[in-house]
């Protein structure tokens, strides 16, 4: 069922891209049946059908219910207690990934496999013909992708749980990987797997700036991650451009990777080094990728979604490099695809693969974006059945519609609701294209936290009760939030109107309270966030900017004037930039900081 082929033989990976697509709706078929029949025996399955003999569309759309996650938390709990696999999956679970979406504070657990590996192995490949496709010579020089592992734990029954990249750089599939000529890295594996993200920063960056004259692309996973490597490089190039003179790696750093990382070296160069310096040394460091790399052809980062965000900073840096945004993925499941890689940031959709899972989706109102109100469709109120009509299956979606996507993969999630929603924006043969619209409930994202409008609604409270009310006595009136990725690290704002509780002057504003109020709502927001914090430095310190009485009144003005009705008008909880956050901004009497980084503590797993 996962198809193989040499990925240095760019035509034979474009002709199975051909071949996947064009049959698409037999593959999804395949899926679904391979996925019951494995599976059947499953004590999960078993709740809802009858066995071998009643494994088919019909049945499974009829009888197995569409989920979220805290519906099948016990089922996985109860695996990482030690329980046998076969609760969810006749394949052995092999490990746990940890998803930077969260459920009760904590990062959710998805399944995995051992065959999942070859599955992602599989998806990488095909990423390989769609570059060079459109970029020719990528087999002439490197890529300094910059990538990191993080934080592993032992669950009960001695179940590894991580992120999922984290598994899979550790991965045989990938230290073991066989040579292709077109995906050569400048970092070696050791300086990626080391377990300090500073170290491998530090290293990864010095090989890729030694190997500046062979690199053709420079990228990361995700946008954040890499702008971070910016600011890291220019904090640091003075120290690395010192290693590149002298030949030698800075006495801090003392991971293994140490040796890996001094090979590349081979001795002193004092011509690169001071070449490199001259160029940091600038002013501006606008274009500063395309005179670092010379030769590279393009950025590879995600920046579709929130990652949006980053653009115009990424735009700066890279002095008119194209932005690539490969796939799309997810620690329950690799999704798709962009066929057009050199494509504009804001035309990028990806197409799904139909072998990498099956996939339903679940029309969501086209302007709201939220969940449709089933009972209006039709008289009964059974509002699961009511789901189970409307949901479309991958090649049914219509373009120009909004779906919320829903998978039953290979590793025993069943009709599980990702929480993604997308927009189909065409169709390669008879797969659909999407584009990423938004994840459901996410209000705030600066790096992979997922901060949704009742986990700022929770925190703000919760700063509101313990500091505002004893013995400020400051009423918080109204709030809302934003993103701020001006600087990097990007860090949350809070945009709070408050007001003494017996007079309508304006607040006095103590510092300390103020503080205080910063670092409790980060200690109040989940572990992802707190792990951005506190362990990546991935995220800066919370802000809070104290806005004049009557702010929110212009806001709601604003909005009213852009369109927004006044009776069903309600303060929003996230601003993007623009008209409302001028308005915002441009009423601010006091700006606080967070002084303390808010507690994290590696991955508990209890129930
Ligand atoms: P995780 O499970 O922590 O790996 O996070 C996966 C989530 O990240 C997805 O469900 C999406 O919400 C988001 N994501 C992954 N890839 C992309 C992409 N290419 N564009 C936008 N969002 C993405």
């Not at 001259?278 to 995600?302: D, F, H, M, N, Q």
């Not at 449709?372 to 699961?384: G, K, L, P, R, V």
């Not at 829903?406 to 069943?414: H, K, N, R």
Request: net charge negative; proline share 5%; aromatic share 10%.
């Amino acid at each position: 069922m996962i198809p193989s082929y040499d990925p240095n033989d760019t035509e034979a990976g474009l002709k199975l891209l051909e071949d996947l697509t064009t049959n698409a709706e037999a593959i999804q078929q395949q899926v679904l049946h391979q996925i019951l029949s494995q599976n059947s025996g499953t004590q999960y399955l078993r709740a809802f059908l009858d066995g071998e003999s009643d494994k088919n569309l019909q049945s499974f759309r009829n009888k197995v219910p569409v989920v979220n996650y805290d519906d099948i938390k016990p089922f996985i709990q109860r695996i990482a207690d030690g329980e046998s696999s076969d609760i969810v999956s006749a394949q052995p679970i092999t490990e746990l990934l940890t998803s930077s979406g969260t459920s009760a504070g904590k990062p959710k657990l998805m399944p995995s496999t051992a065959e999942e590996l070859e599955r992602k192995t599989f998806f990488y490949s095909m990423l390989v013909p769609i570059m060079n496709k459109y970029v020719n010579g990528l087999d002439e020089g490197k890529g300094m992708y910059l990538l990191f592992i993080k934080p592993e734990i032992k669950t009960l029954s001695g179940l590894m749980a991580r992120p999922v990249l984290t598994s899979y750089y550790k991965s045989q599939h990938f230290r073991n990987r066989p040579f292709n000529k077109y995906n050569v890295y400048t970092s070696p594996d050791q300086t990626i797997l080391c377990q300090d993200s500073k170290q491998s920063m530090y290293c990864q960056l010095l090989c890729g700036l030694v190997q500046r004259s062979h690199v053709l692309r420079v990228g990361a996973v995700f946008a954040s991650a890499f702008l971070r490597a910016v600011k890291f490089l220019e904090d640091h190039y003075k120290e690395l451009c010192a290693d590149i003179r002298t030949g030698t790696v800075t006495s801090w750093i003392t991971d293994s990777c140490r040796d890996s990382v001094l090979s590349i070296l081979n001795g002193p160069n004092q011509e690169l080094a001071d070449e490199i310096e001259s160029e940091c040394a600038e002013k501006s460091w606008e274009g500063i990728l395309r005179k670092l790399w010379p030769k590279a052809k393009y950025v590879e980062v995600i920046v579709t979604g929130s990652m949006a965000q980053y653009i115009p900073t990424l735009e700066f840096y890279s002095g008119g490099l194209p932005l690539v945004s490969t796939m799309y993925a997810s620690s329950e499941c690799y999704f798709g695809i962009n066929l057009n890689p050199l494509c504009d940031p804001a035309d990028v959709s990806y197409t799904l693969l139909p072998n990498m899972a099956y996939f339903e989706f679940l029309p969501v109102d086209d302007k709201s974006h939220e969940e449709i109100n089933f009972a209006s469709h039709s008289n009964t109120d059974d509002e699961d059945a009511l789901k189970e009509d409307l949901i479309v299956d991958l090649v049914n979606v219509e373009v120009g519609r909004y779906y919320e996507i829903v998978i039953t993969t290979f590793t025993g999630l069943y009709r599980y609701r990702v929480g993604d929603i997308l927009k189909v924006t065409g169709f390669h043969n008879k797969a659909p294209q999407f584009r990423f619209v938004q994840r459901r409930n996410v209000v705030l994202s600066i790096d992979t936290d997922k901060t949704s409008e009742e986990d700022l609604l929770n925190a703000v409270t919760q700063a509101k009760l313990n500091h505002l009310q004893q013995p400020s006595s400051l009423l918080l009136m109204e709030y809302t939030s934003y993103a701020d990725t001006s600087s990097i690290p990007g860090h949350y704002v809070l945009f709070w109107e408050l007001k003494p509780r017996y007079s309508n002057d304006p607040p006095k504003l103590d510092d300390k309270t103020m503080e205080d109020c910063c670092s409790e709502v980060e200690d109040c927001l989940d572990y992802v966030y707190r792990r951005c914090r506190n362990r990546d430095k991935s995220i800066g310190p919370l802000e809070i900017r104290v806005v004049s009485l009557g702010t929110f009144d212009s806001l709601m003005d604003f909005c009213v004037s852009q369109g927004s009705s006044l009776n069903q008008y309600k303060t929003p909880r996230c601003v993007k930039s623009g008209g409302a956050l001028e308005i915002l901004d441009s009423r601010v009497i006091g700006r606080f900081f967070s002084k303390r980084v808010p507690r994290w503590e590696p991955l508990g797993l209890d129930s």
